[in-house]
């Protein structure tokens, strides 16, 4: 029997550049699985989000990734709250690169809160959406 659990998702403007994203976090974490476009799931993890953006930590099975011990690190995080690359690095015991790599093949975008993730001197990069997302995201928690 296949499982039927979900291993990655990808925010992006177009199916084809989610897609091309899940593809890369699949080849990341050494992941197996089909890719699927399904507007039932998208609804269900644009309500995750929303409460993950509130503060509501999503139960995700973290072992079967790269560097979890970064997730499990972001998810300690608050809504608003950010926390700089290197202190992240040193939490997890890692090299910043490591974060770096993590934080650019996070599985769950936003229920893995990379966005709170700075630079020592500003706000630091994004993926998938740009860094006005990435400030759009923290004002939003800031405001909840």
């Not at 989000?49 to 979890?68: D, F, M, T, V, W």
Request: aromatic share 10%; glycine share 6%.
């Amino acid at each position: 029997m296949t499982s039927r659990k979900i291993l990655a998702f990808a925010l992006h403007r177009s199916f084809r550049e989610a897609a091309a994203q899940v593809e890369k976090v699949k080849k990341f974490h050494r992941l197996k699985g089909k890719i699927v476009e399904n507007e039932e799931l998208e609804e269900k993890f644009g309500r995750k989000i929303e409460r993950a953006l509130k503060g509501e930590k999503p139960n995700l099975e973290l072992e079967r990734y790269r560097y979890s011990e970064v997730y499990r690190r972001l998810l300690e995080t608050e809504p608003g709250e950010t926390i700089t690359y290197g202190k992240l690095a040193r939490e997890a015991g890692m090299h910043v690169r490591q974060v770096v790599w993590a934080l650019k093949f996070n599985p769950f975008p936003i229920l893995i809160p990379c966005h709170r993730v700075v630079a020592r001197n500003g706000i630091g990069g994004y993926t998938p959406l740009g860094t006005s997302f990435k400030v759009f995201l923290l004002e939003m928690e800031k405001d909840l």
